[in-house]
């Protein structure tokens, strides 16, 4: 699933058709509980999670799977060059860090020739508007322009959850400075079969504005 609207990689294809998935070696970014590697093992592909959090990684191992989890950051994959041939992130690590080209160059370096990478980030738009789902949620109240991330901190004053924007503009440039080829930008538009509501993302506004980017990039 790329995002909370539904898009279904047995359905998108982002990674190219699933039944070429077998044998393929992919790093999932940002894993979380490991759901695409999950479902990337279940086609036959050769996956490996990686996470910054500990905490996630021990969800991924009680869910269970065959594959291997990774504790490391993004930015600094413990991985030989041209390790895998495709690489993915469903909202993993790349809205958590100051500078995504660190990122995307290290997922650049470690993905052979031709090798590709799709994730998926908040979709820029929704930075101007309050997360809400409701209708609150469909009046600009902040400007798309504004950089400054959004950060909690715990009573001493200490980060806690830190998020970055980076425009649509930005993160095309991000990618194309990083060394890769955008080959498609996914919106994915609410479907009507869709009808939960999971933070500030719902039918409501779904129907709207979009949601969810879905980067396709290529290694040049
Ligand atoms: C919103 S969750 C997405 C998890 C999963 N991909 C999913 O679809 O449910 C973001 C994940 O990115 C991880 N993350 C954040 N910064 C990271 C970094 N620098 N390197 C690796 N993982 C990171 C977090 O620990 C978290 O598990």
Redesign the pocket.
Known sequence: MWGPEGLDEAEAGLLGPPGELRGRDVLE?????A??ARWLAGRGARPVA????HR?LQHALRIGGTFPLVCA???ALPFADGSFDLAC?????LP??ADPRLVLREVRRVLRPGGRLVFSVTHPIRWAFPDEPGPEGLSVSASYFDRTPYVEQDEEGRAVYVEHHRTLGDRVRDVVASGFRLVDLVEPEWPAWNTSEWGGWSPLRGRLIPGTAVFVCERD
Not at 29 to 33: E, K, N, P, T, V
Not at 50 to 53: A, E, K
């Open positions: 970014i940002g894993a979380g509980a759901q695409c990686l996470d910054i959090s996630q950051d993004a930015a992130s469903a909202y993993g690590a958590f860090v």
